[in-house]
């Protein structure tokens, strides 16, 4: 075993290698502890991070696997949790000063699932303010001249250099995707519901959703696997049967898929780089692929999703704006402002699209396509840390609760990370990670 | 049998009779229709009904049961279905000339349900215009210079008068308790969410509710276990274990019933007839019932109900607000207006109160009180046909989505009558029932 190299194993490498004493999770952990010195002055992932709780975490499970007893799947695995995600053992800051010192009293439900799964909560990464735009300290761990994306810089980042092998984020606009593109690895945000969100900070009932981190298809897979669940505090949260990830994702697809490209209304404004990796891609899938049109509802959605977005976070916001305006940053004053000012109608009438939208893609994916294949963004990420970039090629997806993934599949002409994002029908999640695989395998094979 | 009071039959009795050959359904239905020939120049109950359609139903009923088919529990006996709840075989007019005309193509959930037991659908029972004040053309069955109360005006004088022994209405103020108590039949207004409501005019989401009208506790619950259901089209609709709920209705409860008082802050307007029957009921009750002083939060219940129901009727009735206002009622529009003002910011707010009010009831439901007895209205029916009366006692229990019921136990110093409303823990449907039924057989033996 090349120590040197254990912060690069995944997770489920990891777990297996933990679970057959071949590895230690004090020593894995200590490996990415010893990445997070290399790399973490430059990168700056964590918001929170306590070296010796991290190894103390570490070293209970070793004991508890020498022990005898039976260990779960994620046991002895580092796992970073976004800041806005509560965690019982460590401060929990929302990337706001209004919320400097908080420590929450219990785990966020998904941070309970990980704990109940072995997992060792590794430290709390750089999220923007509340999850919105204005950015953290983080850098692009590929170029530190350039923002590594947002909301969920620091989960983004960390994974991409090796600090941890998974990490949780969250998506209400484009938070897991956009920095997933950026940094070049995989993110997955789930199905809207699926994974339940009590314990992590509420912006948007309707928008939010937690999503995921990892350096491989098959991670992702395992973590889905933990972290999917019925949770009554969670209001959109139902009981379903049990789906098995891994299987689903590492099966072959009995038909090569079929695949829907969405140039979308804001192609023109996509850098020559994508386009042309986009145009290499779709040669690659020849007649598997099909350029689609979407509809002008569909093209409308980002309004509705800016009228859901604003008003919902001016509630959730409310107390923080009446008792803290002046320690908010000015962008997302304005935005509170913007949706202080919403009227209901023009909410409920939003709100109302989500399920026409939604059938009629229902109708496209049970037609016809496997997948969409999209832009993540405009291109790769751009120069400057003032601005996480634009979540617009992502909030059509949100706003749906369709199961989004960004795969890291190109590169720009700067050399920098840049995702292609597969779009799947709600619940059709284990799917979409299967078709992600099988493209991923065609690619590798040109 | 004395076919001359046939129409007096409870449904539980009709049906049964039915069953076992003693009375044919048409018999029965003939009699209804001979009773309304009788009583409804004066009442005016119907939107519509068509003798001869309710009698062919009656027919086919008999003639299947003659034929040796298995038979539901409701089969052969005639329902009034209020006229916002859609039929395929009759028109749905929503109390508005706006709708003049409109046959929809399909029967709502409840109408399907009850037509899969076996009933007889006798026809369409007057609203107020959409559901909310504009009266319709119903008056009081035990006084027509007063309101019968509304907006589910006909179903409750239909049920009064014996012109049918059951009917459906809705409730999303007081539509329900309030009629119930003016006319002196049963009311319920089950926990929110439990009665489909896929097909029923939508006036607000958050606090429509399916009504149920009855001569008896037990046709209550025989309707109970006819409506109650999963239906993925009604969105607060959730699948759940089948409860009988006739056998809890008629069991006797293991323990006296404890009953908490609340006279809400309207006691003071509370008529001295009304409040003299409220002395007498909790003196017969002695030390089964203390008062109970609701929180502030609870009295400001009906602000939250008005910021809620006014938005979204706004977005629901935004068409014909947009193209129709000219044919709305003054004060419908008047409504709309204050509808379409309110801020997302104050709905999204009035929300997040109902979990909080919900808690704070099931509390005290765990801990010490079987149900909540409370007035139904400030007194008996108003004079005049120009109001349907006030909701306001209603309000809160419709925005926590508890099951309320009005029970016929008292009358006014005019001769009318007046119900107890009683409420229980959400879910509590049917011991609700069960607890109405020892305080009626309670105040007989008095």
């Known amino acids: 075993m090349d120590l040197t190299n254990l912060h690069w194993l995944s997770a489920s490498d990891a777990a297996r290698l ?8 004090a020593e894995l952990v200590q490996a990415c502890l010893a990445r997070v010195r290399e790399t973490d002055a430059q990168v700056q992932a964590w918001a929170f991070l306590d070296p010796d709780h991290a190894l103390a ?3 209970a499970a070793d004991e508890l696997r020498l022990s005898g007893q039976p260990v779960g799947p994620l046991h002895g695995v580092p796992v970073g949790i976004k800041d806005i995600i509560d ?6 800051e929302n990337g706001s000063v209004l919320c400097a010192g908080r420590t929450p009293s219990r785990d966020a439900s998904v941070v309970a699932m990980l704990r109940a799964a072995g997992a060792v909560i590794m430290g709390k990464t750089v999220t923007t303010e509340f999850a919105v735009r204005a950015p953290g300290k983080t ?9 590594p994306g947002g909301s969920s810089s620091g989960s983004a980042a960390a994974v991409a250099t090796g600090m941890v092998p998974v990490a949780l984020g969250s998506q209400t606009g484009g938070s897991t995707i956009r920095p997933a593109s950026f940094c070049g690895v995989y993110g997955l945000k789930p199905t809207h519901g ?5 314990g992590m900070f509420r912006l948007s009932r309707t928008l ?6 990892a350096r491989s298809i098959e991670d992702l897979a395992l973590l889905m696997e933990l972290v999917v669940g019925y949770d009554e505090r969670d209001p959109d949260s139902r009981p379903r049967a049990r789906v098995p990830y891994r299987d689903v994702a590492a099966e072959e697809p009995p038909l090569p898929p079929m695949f829907a ?11 020559a780089d994508a386009k042309e990796a986009f145009a290499e891609l779709t040669g690659h899938l020849g007649e598997r692929v099909e350029t689609l049109e979407l509809s002008d509802a569909a093209e409308e959605a980002s309004e509705w999703h800016r009228v859901i977005m604003e008003a919902e976070m001016a509630a959730n916001l409310s107390r923080e704006w009446e008792t803290g305006r002046a320690r908010l940053s000015e962008s997302l004053c304005a935005r509170l402002e913007r949706g202080r000012d919403v009227r209901a109608l023009d909410y409920l009438r939003a709100l109302t699209r989500i399920p026409e939208l939604h059938a009629s893609f229902a109708e496209l994916f049970a037609q016809r396509y496997d997948a969409i294949v999209t832009p993540t963004a405009a291109g790769t990420a751009p120069e400057g840390l003032g601005s996480t970039g634009d979540p617009a090629f992502c909030t059509l997806w949100t706003l749906c609760g369709m199961p989004a993934l960004s795969v890291p599949l190109m590169r720009g002409a700067n050399g920098l990370p ?5 779009v799947g029908p709600r619940h059709g999640d284990a799917r979409l990670l299967r078709t992600a695989r099988w493209l991923v395998t065609h690619v590798a094979s040109m």
């Open 18 to 25: 933990i679970r057959d004493g071949v590895v230690g999770s």
């Open 57 to 59: 975490q570490a070293r």
């Open 87 to 92: 965690t019982a053992d460590m401060p929990t």
């Open 139 to 147: 850098r692009n761990p590929h170029n530190p001249a350039h923002t």
């Open 194 to 198: 699926l994974v339940p969100r009590h």
């Open 208 to 213: 939010d959703h937690v999503g995921l981190f």
């Open 261 to 271: 490209f969405v140039r979308t209304a804001r192609w023109d404004g996509v850098d």
């Open 418 to 422: 840049l995702g292609v994002q597969l």
